[in-house]
């Protein structure tokens, strides 16, 4: 059974400040690493994926990945408000097909 | 560029009864996968449709079925339907068997109710 482990949170941080979210994987043989962002009664939305390790910046966000440690993080930096929402780790393998398997998501508050 | 679209929306069954969703994916995407959402939960795979055959199935029991046609458009059936089954359905879709097939584009959803 793949696994992919979330703090279900809520974090709540102020905003300007950098909001650190984590996630673990079970599966040593993943490829893929994706960060969707889904707000409340909306569906799941990608913001990032990496494929190799190290760091990966994209505006304010900026994913790192860790396979050795299987270990997969997202940094937002100056948050906002908006980015009030949960988000969601995914990773896939090739099994016949690359699925990516979700956790649960990690709620994110960012507060005036 | 219409992206991903589905329907219903919303709607509302008893338990028993069989519902059909129904997903178009984004222009120029091939690939369409289905999944379930239940409250505070993650999604979870229930099936990949590519070149109108199922590819891959999560853990889900054979009640599920989906098609996929030659527009790539797809459906998801549910049969015998139970309280359990009272989730968000999510339609993805995603272009070739390549490691970006993670690169999902979610529609809407179809917001299941079972009674």
């Known amino acids: 059974q793949k696994e992919v482990e979330q703090n279900s949170g809520p974090l709540s941080v102020p905003e300007g400040a950098i909001a650190s979210l984590n996630c673990t994987y079970s599966d040593r043989g993943s490829q893929s690493f994706f960060w969707y962002r889904q707000y409340s009664g909306k569906s799941p939305e990608l913001i990032m994926s990496i494929y190799s390790n190290g760091d990966k910046e994209d505006g304010r966000f900026t994913a790192q990945l860790n396979k050795a440690s299987q270990y997969v993080s997202l940094l937002i930096r100056d948050s906002q408000p908006s980015d009030s929402a949960t988000y969601l780790c995914a990773v896939s393998f090739y099994g016949g097909s690359y699925i990516p398997t979700f956790g649960r998501g990690t709620s994110l508050i960012v507060h005036p | 560029d219409a992206g991903v679209t589905q329907s219903p929306t919303h709607l509302i069954k008893t338990r028993g009864q069989q519902v059909t969703l129904r997903c178009s994916p984004k222009?120029?995407?091939?690939?369409v996968s289905w999944y379930q959402q239940a409250l505070g939960q993650g999604p979870q795979f229930i099936f990949q449709?590519?070149?109108?055959?199922?590819?891959q199935r999560g853990n889900f029991p054979d009640r599920f079925s989906g098609h996929q046609f030659p527009n790539y458009s797809s459906e998801l059936n549910v049969n015998a339907l139970l309280l359990g089954d009272s989730a968000l359905y999510l339609c993805?879709?995603?272009?070739?068997?390549?490691?970006?097939?993670?690169?999902?584009?979610f529609g809407e959803g179809s917001r299941l109710t079972v009674l």
């Open positions: 222009s120029g995407h091939d690939t």
């Open positions: 449709y590519y070149e109108e055959e199922e590819r």
């Open positions: 993805a879709s995603s272009l070739g068997q390549g490691a970006n097939t993670g690169e999902l584009f």
